[in-house]
């Protein structure tokens, strides 16, 4: 079956530490996208990537890494950098003008 | 003025009614338009996509109005299982692929 996956579903980092959350699609989607969510609120971009090896920052950069080394991958690292991690994290995927799919999110938590 | 605009709600309605969200996006050059549905603590999928001329599939109607730069989600026969959030979306470049949520309206339909 064609879809996107993340893992994984949750993910809880100590203070100080990097994590990376996984993004994988076998959609042939040349567009992938990292947003972020807060309780409450809606989908903010934090990365997105129109083509393997170029990435762009959306609104809410700081504190993140992305890579796009393969078409089919697109790792997100939270960086010790960013202050308040703790957040639901989606990964979307897409081609030129469609509608984008979602993985089912990780759930990060800082403890 | 954020690129997507949505009233945030919530909609408290009764089984059976009809009940119309809007958004409102700033780029006028953009081309494609989505309404997402996100159930709690899960991913956004994909409602039905907006076209210029509306677009109907059962219950739910879209409509499209460049001239104003909005778009509407109408819900006829409110079903308790409808209740939701509701999130717009939009490509505002045209020419590339960067897809921007709008904060999402939330729905409650009550007995």
């Known amino acids: 079956d064609g879809g996107i996956t993340q893992s994984p579903k949750y993910l809880f980092r100590k203070e100080g530490q990097n994590v990376t959350l996984s993004c994988e699609q076998n959609?042939?989607?040349?567009?992938m996208y990292w947003y972020r969510q807060d309780p409450g609120q809606g989908l903010r971009l934090i990365y997105y990537?129109?083509?393997?090896?170029?990435?762009q920052k959306g609104d809410i950069a700081e504190g993140y890494s992305v890579s796009r080394e393969k078409k089919e991958s697109f790792p997100l690292t939270v960086t010790s950098a960013q202050k308040n991690p703790t957040a639901f994290y989606l990964c979307?995927?897409?081609?030129?003008?469609?509608?984008?799919?979602f993985g089912q999110g990780t759930r990060l938590t800082v403890v | 003025r954020k690129e997507v605009e949505q009233d945030p709600g919530p909609f408290n309605v009764p089984e059976g009614a009809t009940v119309a969200f809007n958004c409102t996006y700033s780029n006028s050059a953009s081309q494609s338009f989505f309404w997402y549905r996100q159930d709690c603590r899960k991913e956004p999928k994909l409602l039905m996509s907006v076209y210029s001329s509306g677009n109907e599939d059962g219950r739910f109607t879209a409509q499209l109005n460049r001239a104003s730069q909005y778009i509407s989600l109408l819900i006829r026969d409110s079903k308790l299982s409808d209740s939701a959030t509701y999130l717009c979306v939009v490509n505002p470049s045209g020419g590339g692929n960067k897809l921007t949520f709008g904060t999402g309206t939330q729905l409650k339909v009550e007995l």
């Open positions: 990537s129109q083509i393997v090896n170029d990435f």
């Open positions: 959609l042939n989607h040349d567009a």
């Open positions: 979307a995927s897409s081609t030129r003008n469609t509608e984008a799919f």
